[in-house]
């Protein structure tokens, strides 16, 4: 399995070139400030920022998660990806306009115009060090069992290609040229999906024979509330607070949002992006249900392992999705580099250094990508103590850390009862809380210790925890506020209403076509869940 044929090489080699064209000729089109190098001067349009949004959310561990979680559960993990259009609407309809009003530069600092600075110094640090231990750690992991199957690298071989290549181009263009190359990345993985996903079925013989050769749990997308894995009441009422958190209130994802010209383009991006999110349930949670009939004794890892194998792709095809996978590879390592260099110099360097001028900015930007791109290379040796435990028990971080941060965005929003004081202590207590679960549960399962009554923090299932972090959050965030009894600080953005029809009425407000849009598809989603009711 570790060998392609030299038609396939070609195939990647002309993918890493044509990426290295692209993302050196769209770097010559921004300014040397930090608005261009940060955030693509604010001109980006509905497709750019669309298909960035989407590859930078479909990474190499959301790869092999989908194709691993469909091989052991059927559909069921398809309501993540329902759950993020939901989402995704929310951003462009409600938060969007919150964020360009501002003019911020990242959503910690849009914390800081709602509740003071020392929100925005907390936010800030989880970020970066979540993005450090999480995103890239995984990605590296992930993206070097695929090379390892297709190419047989070896693990550190695989991540240094890959950080080294996308570091190039995310230094030297910065937003910009991460965003255009996403637009390229976006059809490539698209294709190399949809070509791992028809082989399959014409191997197995057409979608019907896998709803008859599967156990009917594999269609069963609504699971009782014990249920180990996903629970009807944590994937209705937890996973929701997930995919806020993700989708409307992380810069990794909300960076491009960042960049549109106007509020239009940024809203229209988001509807596009929810369109793209209907495919992964077929393209790449279905080609791990069909391992399961071509492969019967392949369990986790070995199951993308298998996919890519010579038995199941042509020469050719292999070199096509091998340059699909890259392409997932690359553009989450390009968008974590570049957001985490964007909340280093204007959360950090900026405040402490505030008559630092534009061109210096920029300079420390591209020093800390730089930073960035050494602290992975650095990480690759910790890759060899990755196993499956300990990368699902990463894979559930987001329900560890994301409820007080949804808690404060949500209520600091739509709530003027709640200040500064309030936010804070609600995103410190409810971070520890949540980094004691993650703690104990590795404990535990590493060492089978016994916590006595206390079993349960650990053995709740993590969905039902980000609910249970979600109340305890908005618990700290009312009573601490209403304890320091201070007047709450308004939100500093001229001319902001929560209401959202205007003088002019609703379609004159907003697109009538996106409102449409929007429509047709919240509808496609509960047509999607009324198929499994």
Excluded at 228 to 246: E, H, Q, S, V
Excluded at 256 to 265: I, P
Excluded at 493 to 499: H, K, R, V
Aim: aromatic share 14%; charged share 10%.
């Amino acid at each position: 399995m570790g060998t392609v044929a030299g038609l396939d090489l070609i195939i990647v080699v002309l993918y890493t070139l044509l990426l290295f064209v692209i993302g050196f000729w769209s770097s010559r089109h921004q300014s040397e400030t930090p608005e261009g190098y940060f955030l693509a001067d604010r001109r980006m349009g509905w497709l750019a920022i669309g298909a960035s949004l989407f590859v930078t959310n479909i990474s190499t561990e959301h790869l092999v998660g989908l194709a691993g979680s469909g091989a052991q559960n059927g559909l069921v993990v398809g309501h993540f990806e329902w759950m993020a259009i939901i989402a995704l609407l929310a951003l462009g309809w409600f938060f969007a306009p919150l964020f360009l009003k501002a003019r911020v530069f990242t959503i910690p600092e849009f914390l800081e115009k709602r509740f003071g600075r020392a929100t925005r110094i907390y936010l800030t640090s989880i970020s970066i060090l979540a993005y450090v231990l999480t995103k890239i750690a995984i990605t590296l992991f992930a993206g070097g069992l695929l090379l390892n199957a297709m190419l047989g690298w070896d693990i550190y071989t695989s991540a240094l290609v890959m950080v080294v290549i996308t570091g190039i181009y995310t230094i030297v263009g910065g937003l910009r040229a991460v965003m255009i190359t996403h637009i390229f990345q976006m059809f490539v993985l698209l294709i190399g999906s949809a070509i791992l996903t028809f082989v399959g079925l014409h191997k197995i013989g057409g979608f019907n024979q896998l709803i008859q050769s599967l156990p009917a749990s594999y269609f069963d997308v609504f699971r009782p509330m014990s249920d180990p894995d996903f629970p009807w009441t944590g994937i209705i009422f937890g996973a929701p607070i997930l995919a806020i958190w993700y989708w409307c209130t992380d810069q990794y994802i909300v960076q491009r949002v960042l960049s549109a010209k106007n509020l239009e383009q940024a809203r229209t991006a988001t509807i596009f992006t929810g369109f793209l999110k209907l495919l992964p349930a077929v393209l790449m949670i279905l080609p791990g249900m069909i391992s399961i009939l071509l492969f019967p004794e392949a369990r986790g890892d070995q199951i993308i392992s298998l996919l890519f194998s010579a038995s199941y792709l042509p020469v050719g095809l292999r070199g096509i999705v091998l340059a699909g996978f890259l392409a997932a590879m690359m553009s989450s390592l390009a968008a974590v580099f570049n957001s985490t260099a964007t909340l280093f110099t204007m959360d950090f360097y900026r405040i402490f250094n505030p008559a630092a001028s534009e061109r210096k900015l920029v300079l420390v930007g591209r020093l800390a990508s730089t930073i960035m791109v050494i602290t992975a290379i650095l990480w690759i040796p910790l890759t060899r103590l990755f196993n499956e435990q300990i990368y699902l028990s990463l894979q559930s971080l987001q329900a560890y850390i994301a409820p007080p941060i949804a808690a404060v965005f949500i209520l600091g929003v739509f709530s003027k009862r709640i200040n500064g004081q309030g936010a804070f202590y609600s995103l410190v207590l409810g971070g520890l809380i949540g980094g004691l679960r993650l703690v104990l549960e590795m404990i535990v399962k590493a060492y089978q210790i016994d916590l006595g009554t206390f079993n349960w923090f650990v053995q709740i299932n993590f969905l039902h925890f980000a609910i249970f972090l979600f109340l305890f959050s908005t618990t700290i965030l009312f009573a601490v506020s209403w304890i320091k009894d201070k007047q709450a600080q308004q939100i500093n953005i001229p001319g902001f209403s929560l209401t959202i029809t205007s003088n002019k009425g609703f379609l004159s407000a907003y697109s009538s076509t996106q409102l449409a849009l929007s429509i047709v598809l919240l509808g496609l989603i509960f047509g999607i869940y009324s198929l499994f009711l």
